[in-house]
Structure formats: C-alpha cells, structure tokens
C-alpha cells in the first residue's frame, strides 16, 4: 500500500502542476483532493517525497491565495500565502542550487501576501504581517521599509504593488513547476500505463496520434484524457491482479484514488463521445440487485454521496457519475 500511495502522490503531483499551469480549476480542485488525502494518510514524509508535498501544499495554498477566509493553519492570523511561504522555504531547501527564480518567487509572495491584506482593507492586519515576515537582516530591510511605506499609504493600487502583482506571482510558480516537470518525466503511473496498454494491442502511439480534429483550444482537453484513460486502464487491471492473488483489495488509498479517476469529468466526456477504442467501455444494462445496492446505499449516505456510495455498495463495472445518471432515472 505505501509503495502505491507513493506512485499515486508522484501522479497526482503532477496532476496538480499540469492543471494548475493550465488554469483548470474544477480539475485542479479534483486533484488537490486527491493529493491531500494522500498526504494526510503518511505518517512520516519519507525524504524522497518531501519536494513533491511541499510542492502540492505550495500550489493548494497559492490557489486559494487570495481567499483570507481561507485557513490552512490552525493560528486563524496565517493567510493561505503565509502558509504557502512556509512551504516554499522547505522547497528551497531541498534545491541543490538555488537560482534566481527562487528568490524572485519568494520576494513574490512576501509582497502579496502584504497586497492581499491591503485590497481587502485590512491595514492593520497587513502591519501585523509584516513583522511577521521580515527578519533583522540588511538584505530584507529594503523591501520591508518600502512595504512598511506602502501600508502606512493605505492604497493598494501604489506602482510597487502593482509591478509584483498576483499574476506575476503565478506566473513564476509555472515557470517552477515546468521545471519539476522537466525533473519527474518518467512518472511511474504514466510508464507503466503506456507498457500496458501497448501490450494489450491497444497502441500506445495509436492513442496518442489518433486523427482528431483539434485546434489549440481543446489540444490540452485531448491530452488530459489520453492521461487519464491510461493512468485508469491501469489501476483496473492493478486491482485485478490483486484479486487474483487473494491480496486485500480493501485499501482505502487505491480505492480512493480508482474512485477519483472514474469519477473525472475527462471520461464522461470520452464516453459521450463515443470514443470505444479509448475507454473499451459499453453500456450495460443496470440490474434490480444493483438498483437494490443504489437505494441502500442512498439510505446510509444520501444523495450526492457517490463516491461514498460506490465504494461500500456491489456494483458491476460502475462509476459514481453513472451512480447519479441511475439515480436521476430511478
């Protein structure tokens, strides 16, 4: 189970820098959940996997780094930048060489998190930061008497704010993530769900140079299912071979993450599509026992509860989306 955990943490990781690059928020959001619940199942981060927590805990807190209702630390002072500049400073320690891209993403956060306060009015709060942020050292004292400036002008719209603004900021994590990227190519999930579907006759290279028609606008939808139907083809045959052996297959964490990818807007859109050589899925007809598994299991988790639903009930080759399609029916 850790071994796994750990390919999916790599998977997901990547997951959440490809969607977070692309500006896909409703698949960020599905992915930033599936991370974290990874990370909440370790009990210690193993050394090899501290850059890829401490990268999804950077770009789940940068996500949500202008929401001050939003609290990742139980002090309810720390915004979701100050936590995310905590995160940051581990990710610079584990940097061999640290380039000028690391210090430009630091002084950009330190600089919205201070701008962040300001365009919601809280002044005060934004001097309390300040402090908070800056050491007694000669190479902070620059920014932080320029920033101790801009507060005390209570306007949120000065040149300083506004040459190091949010966008700037996202803008350099992408170019870091793109980085990691470059790093972690050989993701295992994504290797080894090419191996098998190309040993399945399937074609690696015939999913992936399919003639479609595409422009540049939905090129990065057609890629993201081509990830996903490969990471999924995999899983499931994974779960197969575990059953086959008389292995456990009640592993919350593969239950979890099998339930997540089935659960991916991508496969509803290959499905409605039609596409039978990507997904090798065909309707099936739903059965009074498994109408039966449906009601109970709407019962005990109610409606909405899908994925709840899935994992407890006995279905045959279901997902939590075609769970509600049934429901909506019934």
């Not at 430009?104 to 002044?123: C, S």
């Not at 793109?178 to 999930?189: D, I, V």
């Not at 309707?283 to 509860?305: A, P």
Request: positive net charge.
């Amino acid at each position: 189970e850790a071994i796994a955990a750990d390919w999916m943490l790599e998977f997901a990781c990547c997951c959440l820098c490809r969607h977070f690059r692309e500006g896909c928020a409703a698949e960020f959001r599905r992915w930033r959940d599936v991370a974290q619940a990874l990370i909440n199942g370790l009990s210690k981060i193993p050394t090899h996997q501290k850059k890829t927590v401490y990268l999804c805990q950077l770009l789940i807190r940068t996500a949500e780094g202008k929401n001050l209702e939003c609290h990742f630390e139980k002090d309810l002072r720390i915004s979701p930048l100050e936590s995310a500049l905590s995160f940051w400073t581990l990710l610079e320690r584990q940097e061999i060489k640290l380039e000028k891209l690391h210090e430009d993403i630091r002084r950009l956060i330190q600089i919205q998190i201070v701008a962040v306060h300001m365009e919601n009015g809280y002044f005060k709060e934004a001097a309390e930061v300040l402090e908070r942020l800056f050491t007694d050292s000669e190479s902070d004292k620059p920014l932080r008497v320029k920033l101790a400036t801009v507060i005390k002008s209570k306007d949120p719209y000065v040149p300083l704010l506004q040459s190091f603004s949010y966008n700037l900021l996202i803008s350099k994590i992408k170019s870091y993530t793109e980085l990691y990227m470059k790093e972690n190519e050989t993701n295992f999930l994504i290797q080894a769900a090419t191996k098998h579907v190309e040993s399945k006759g399937l074609g690696a290279t015939a999913l992936q140079n399919k003639t479609v028609n595409v422009n540049e606008n939905n090129k990065r939808n057609l890629e993201t299912k081509q990830r996903f139907v490969l990471s999924s083809i995999l899983l499931r045959d994974m779960l197969g071979q575990m059953q086959n052996c008389c292995v456990n297959v009640g592993s919350s964490l593969v239950q979890m993450y099998i339930n997540c990818l089935l659960g991916l807007n991508s496969l509803q859109n290959v499905e409605k599509q039609g596409d039978a050589l990507v997904c090798g899925r065909r309707r099936q007809r739903w059965t009074y026992k498994e109408d039966l598994e449906l009601k109970s299991g709407i019962r005990e988790f109610g409606v909405g509860n899908w994925a709840k639903i899935l994992v407890h009930g006995n279905f045959n080759n279901r997902t939590s989306v075609m769970l509600k399609d049934r429901w909506r029916t019934l």
